[in-house]
């Protein structure tokens, strides 16, 4: 029994959803495409400007996060305040840090920097 795309409403393997599919990859794909997308090489067939789009709405899905998790977490000075151990607050507080834009763009740079040797 064939199903249909939960999000386009196309059934897989026929010409239209071959044709549909293939369409996205020319034209701009979202990131709850990407995400939905069982095809591994998705990413790969995009265009750079596409590549670019889908990680600037990565980065602010997870800063809107951040904010979302430090605004519930956290006292005004940003400090993990939740009932808990210390390693609770550790947990969290390393969660918060690796949803942190400086950390994600340190690690870049850092990586970038190691290829460059």
């Known amino acids: 029994?064939?199903?249909?795309?939960?999000?386009?409403?196309?059934?897989?393997?026929?010409?239209?959803?071959?044709?549909?599919?293939?369409?996205?990859?020319?034209?701009?794909?979202?990131?709850?495409?990407?995400?939905?997308?069982?095809d591994s090489n998705a990413f790969w067939r995009l265009s750079s400007g596409d590549h670019q789009n889908l990680l600037d709405e990565a980065v602010e899905r997870m800063m809107d996060a951040r904010e979302?998790?430090?605004?519930?977490?956290c006292d005004p000075e940003g400090n993990v305040c939740i009932q808990g151990s210390d390693a609770d607050r550790d947990v969290v507080r390393k969660a918060l840090d690796t949803l942190s834009v400086a950390n994600a763009t340190d690690h870049f740079q850092s990586r970038s920097e190691a290829e460059d040797l």
Do not use: R, W
């Open 68 to 73: 979302a998790l430090v605004a519930v977490l």
């Open 1 to 38: 029994m064939a199903t249909h795309c939960e999000i386009h409403g196309k059934q897989p393997g026929t010409e239209d959803s071959v044709q549909h599919f293939v369409g996205n990859m020319e034209d701009d794909m979202t990131l709850n495409e990407y995400m939905a997308s069982d």
